[in-house]
């Protein structure tokens, strides 16, 4: 897969790039004096390398430029031609407000303008950004990186100025060694599956090892035996049967004492209502007295004669007759009303005397019910024993417990016994696989020989790409530049040297891959900066010579580090863009600063 053209729906904003099939340079020029000074330019030679990694379906981030900037470029589409076989051509259609919907369109004529096709005229129209990843992974079908898919190799072919400073390692992996190491041992020619199925182990370990040790805590040193925690339940088991054994004697007779206390609370609620009847029927007899009593005649006619004479009045006769028949009117009255009263009295005294009995009767009962309720001990004892039941119960419900996380922590180990075993036979296996990469017809010995040819001739030193296993066993890649004796140097380490090294990398893994389905372009940002000129010469004489065989090489510049200030090093048609400081035209997008 090589890159043929990259343009957009606003040409005077940005206008179309047309790639070669084998160098392509991208000159920034500066021609204001007082630029000459400054580390960056703002031409857009290194946003370039970004906007085709958009193109090629980068996903989204807010820090990206175009959506940073997104009022600037929110009206922007970009559309990307690339050659994935031999006259078989794929246009990318992306633009930056709907940039979740891509749009592929096939076809066998190079150089095709998308611009203004109709939507039922695309092979695929406004697809979802991941099926569209897919999709394309499926066109360029690059069988050499599978099972990764074609972003992998992407990543590595779009070097800007933050992936120079390890070979091995781009920055935008982040820190986990899972997610390039394995992808980095397919590529050198080894068994990708061994180094990948090392991490997934450790992982898992370190996984299920945290699991074991956040158990131990949780066991509070109960690790050593099951069978001893077992034990332990079956004392505690037995203890708590004896408990409840004696809870079932206790129980009948607080049984009995709470009917007991039941009836104690209802004869005193009878004897209650009793006592109210016998008041009542006491104050009805006194007031029965008092009302006998009061009926007895005290009018003596004798007297009152006697007093009438005393006076001079005459009290005799027809007078004395009628106080005399009047007074024996009332008696006559008062004997009939008394004889009711007595009658009524004897019932009530009758009444009276039956309640009292039935109050006897009654609190006698209750006498004999408190009887029971006396003895406290047996409650007490039964609460003191139900205390201790519950708190055993929940000792054994808790060694329970502790039992499940035991056999659960014994299973942990043994599954931890079981991935130690495996990760030790991978980490044997990995390396039997590094010995028999190292055969000198082998991918690994191919792309080692191609580093040390590039190295060789630009600085006439040998360099060498080692691999070894660290006491984990995993593989750690190494580049060196060596000495006469052929001890390493630490010329590497030099942030020159080490842009150079990632480079020479890169031309080495695609001169070896250049006749297979792999991604057959390189961008390399500031590719000759810092080295002397010699150098420079000899870097841009070879990389001519590696891209005459169908490999792109695009890279970028600033003429200040031509050598010799000589911009015809480069052939005419190998400058296929170039960037200037003077006015919005001389930039890569034709906008105002941002």
Known sequence: MILTKLYSNMEQKF??????????????????????????????KSTLGLLLDYCLLK??????????HFELFKEFVF?????????????????????SKISFLKHNEKSLDCRNLSDDEWTHFEMPLEKAKLELDSILNLEVIKPWDYRKPVSYALRGQDDYTDVFKLKKFGGKHIDWKPYLAKVL????????AHYEFKEKYDK?????????????????????????????EEEATKIKHQLDEFNFEIEDSQVNKSLVEEIDMQLSELNKERYYISSGIEKLEQSLNKDKIIFNPNDAKTLFEEAGVLFDGQIKKTYDELIQFNKDITKEREQYLKEELEELQNDLGKIEQQIKEFNKKRSQALYYLKDSSVISKYKILSQSLVSLEAEILNLKEQEEKLVKYQEINVALEELESQIEKNKIDISKNVKESSNKESVYSQIKLNFNKIIKTILNKDALISISQNREGNLEFKEEILDERGQATSESDGTTYKKLLCMAFDLSVNEVYKDKKYIHFIYHDGFIEKLDNRKKEKLIELIREMS???????????????????????????????????????????????
């Open 15 to 44: 206008e179309t790039i047309e790639f070669n099939r084998g160098l392509n340079i991208i000159l920034g020029e500066i021609r204001i004096p007082e630029n000459q000074e400054k580390d960056t330019h703002n031409l857009g």
């Open 59 to 68: 996903g989204k981030s807010k820090e990206f430029f175009l959506f940073k």
């Open 79 to 99: 559309f990307l031609e690339l050659e994935y076989s031999d006259g078989e051509y794929l246009t990318i259609k992306r633009g930056v407000k709907n940039n």
């Open 189 to 196: 020619g080894l068994d990708a599956s061994l180094v990948q």
């Open 208 to 236: 299920i090892k945290t699991q074991k040790d956040n158990l131990k805590k949780e066991l509070n040193g109960l690790t050593d035996s099951l069978d001893k925690l077992e034990g332990l339940i079956l004392i505690k």
């Open 548 to 594: 005459k065989t169908d490999f792109q090489y695009i890279a970028t510049l600033i003429d200040s580090e031509l050598p010799n200030q000589d911009k015809t090093i480069f052939e005419e048609n190998e400058i296929i863009l170039t960037l200037h400081d003077e006015g919005i035209n001389g930039l890569l997008f034709k906008l105002p600063s941002w």
